[in-house]
Structure formats: structure tokens, C-alpha cells
């Protein structure tokens, strides 16, 4: 089984408005934490947000929030006010356990914000 | 802001030859990772190194990959005979001293085998 999993291979996105990008995990271990990065065309990766198993809110940052949604095993990136800047590609990423380090990245999803 | 360097940002090698990337990580991180992403795949780990160490490895990190860090500053990936397939960019990353919060990762090596 995917340990994450992004279904959404490409997604368009007026200008302006916000938009959702899915990201479900598969862990039986209580302790994970969840991440999301982007990367332009440029290839570099830019770490975007990070949400702990036991944080109890939605992590924040500036036009970047996380949607997550444990029951669920959920953790959706929403980014606010897209701007012609945000087109790249997005990749959900999840480490496992207290001691381990290693991310474990989806198969990313194609954005494209449009003007 | 600091940030991960990787040196060079492009390599081309023949099959067979031994390659060595290297990575500058953020000076007061302590733990130092590489992952890899073939063309137009997801990233892979490789490996994770603190306190001089491997500390995980994946099943691709076989023996024709080590680590090191050779002073204080660099993190080197070394690639013993290369194969066609090890085309690829290779991320350096590093994070802070508990290892558990966000990875900030180089722009990247893409390496080339010809």
C-alpha cells in the first residue's frame, strides 16, 4: 500500500482564488509528522508547512494552510489567494515514528494558476 | 537566510566512473539526509547521517553509495561504479538538532550517466 497518496496528478486555479490539494497517509503509528514542499520548474525543493500527529490545530503559514483531518488520515494543502507564482508542482510527504527521520513523499501534483 | 548548497548543479559521467556530490548543510543543523528523484518521479531517500553516522539508509543506499562528512562544513555523496539508472537529481537536505520538524533541502545535482 502508497504510504501517501496524491490523486490529483494536475490541478488549475483562477488568479485569486484558493484551491485544495489532497494528500491521504497510511501509518499505524501514532507519532508522524506530515509535510508539504514545492517545486517550481527550476527544480529546487521549498518547504512549505508542517503539521505534527499530536499538534491539535491546523498548521498555518502565511497563504499556506494544512487541512488535517486525522480520522480521515488526511492532510490537505490549501493555499489562499493563488498567485501566478504558485504554479509548480506540490508534494505531500509523511515521516513515521519517534526515531525516524526518513520522508516519505506522494507523487506530487501538478499546479497551474491561471491569470 | 541560510540555506543547503550542493556542488555541481549538473554532472555528467560515464557508466562505471565513481561520482562524488556535494552538499554544504545549514551550519547549526546536525542531521543530513539524501534523497534522489529520477525524471518526472517522486523523491526517494537514500540515507540520513548525524553524530558521524548512517542513521537510516533505504534499500537503494547499497554499497555503491557512502557518506561523509569530511570537515565541518560538507556532507558528500559518493556513487562507487555508476550505472545508467543513478540518473537522477540528488537532494542534499538538513534539519535542526531534534531531526523531527522540517527538512530544508539544496537545489539539487542533477547527475547524468552516459
Known amino acids: 500500500a502508497q504510504k501517501i497518496t496524491q490523486t490529483q496528478p494536475g490541478m488549475f486555479v483562477q488568479e485569486k482564488e484558493a484551491v485544495t490539494l489532497d494528500c491521504t497517509y497510511d501509518t499505524s503509528d501514532p507519532s508522524y509528522g506530515l509535510f508539504w514542499y514545492k517545486q517550481p520548474s527550476s527544480g529546487e525543493m521549498i518547504f512549505l508547512i508542517y503539521q505534527g500527529s499530536y499538534d491539535q490545530q491546523n498548521a498555518t503559514e502565511g497563504r499556506y494552510s494544512l487541512n488535517f483531518q486525522k480520522a480521515r488520515k488526511s492532510a490537505n494543502l490549501v493555499i489562499s489567494a493563488s498567485q501566478l507564482g504558485d504554479s509548480a508542482m506540490y508534494f505531500c510527504?509523511?515521516?513515521?515514528?519517534?526515531?525516524?527521520?526518513?520522508?516519505?513523499f506522494g507523487s506530487g501534483t501538478q499546479l497551474t494558476v491561471l491569470p | 537566510e541560510p540555506e543547503v548548497t550542493q556542488t555541481p548543479s549538473h554532472q555528467v559521467t560515464q557508466m562505471g566512473q565513481e561520482v562524488i556530490l556535494r552538499c554544504v548543510p545549514i551550519s547549526n543543523h546536525l542531521y543530513f539526509y539524501w534523497y534522489r528523484q529520477i525524471l518526472g518521479q517522486k523523491v526517494e531517500f537514500l540515507v540520513s547521517?548525524?553524530?558521524?553516522?548512517?542513521?537510516?539508509k533505504s534499500e537503494i543506499f547499497d554499497d555503491q553509495f557512502s557518506v561523509e562528512r569530511p570537515d565541518g562544513s560538507n556532507f558528500t555523496l559518493k556513487i562507487r561504479s555508476t550505472k545508467l539508472e543513478d540518473s537522477a537529481m540528488y537532494f542534499c537536505?538538513?534539519?535542526?538538532?531534534?531531526?523531527?520538524?522540517?527538512?530544508?533541502f539544496g537545489p539539487g545535482t542533477r547527475l547524468t550517466v552516459t
Open positions: 510527504a509523511m515521516r513515521e515514528g519517534r526515531s525516524a527521520r526518513q520522508l516519505t
Open positions: 537536505a538538513s534539519s535542526r538538532d531534534s531531526g523531527m520538524g522540517e527538512q530544508y
Open positions: 547521517f548525524y553524530n558521524n553516522e548512517i542513521s537510516e
